[in-house]
């Protein structure tokens, strides 16, 4: 089993910054993708941005492609998402995931899942 906390949501402006950050414990070394969705009130969760645990390998949605940056440190089991120039479209909840195998966009493919953190962004 893989735990999933994340960290970092709030509330920002709009065009400001957000670091969301997400610790996996437990079975770590099974999870060759690791992946950020977020999940809008009334919307279907959608995928944001996934890398893998050994080449760094990055996969990002067109709709955050520029703005937002994901990355990883093995050492310390930790994911991060870097989220710049926010916009009120990017308010939701954001999940972290983990899964083994390649990356991925299809969030019920994805294994693990943390709790979630509210990222709001006002205009």
């Known amino acids: 089993q893989v735990q999933l906390v994340e960290s970092g949501g709030g509330l920002v402006q709009a065009g400001g910054s957000l670091r969301l950050s997400c610790v996996a414990s437990?079975?770590?070394?099974?999870?060759?993708?690791m992946g950020w969705f977020r999940q809008a009130p009334g919307k279907e969760r959608e995928f944001v941005a996934a890398?893998?645990?050994?080449?760094?390998?990055?996969y990002y949605a067109d709709s955050v492609k520029g703005r937002f940056t994901i990355s990883r440190d093995n050492a310390k089991n930790t994911l991060y998402l870097q989220m710049n120039s926010l916009k009120p479209e990017d308010t939701a909840v954001y999940y972290c995931?983990?899964?083994?195998?390649?990356?991925?966009?299809?969030?019920?493919?994805?294994?693990?899942w943390g709790q979630g953190t509210q990222v709001t962004v006002s205009s």
């Open positions: 995931a983990a899964k083994g195998g390649a990356l991925g966009s299809n969030w019920s493919l994805y294994d693990y």
């Open positions: 437990g079975r770590t070394f099974s999870t060759n993708a």
């Open positions: 890398i893998t645990r050994g080449s760094g390998t990055t």
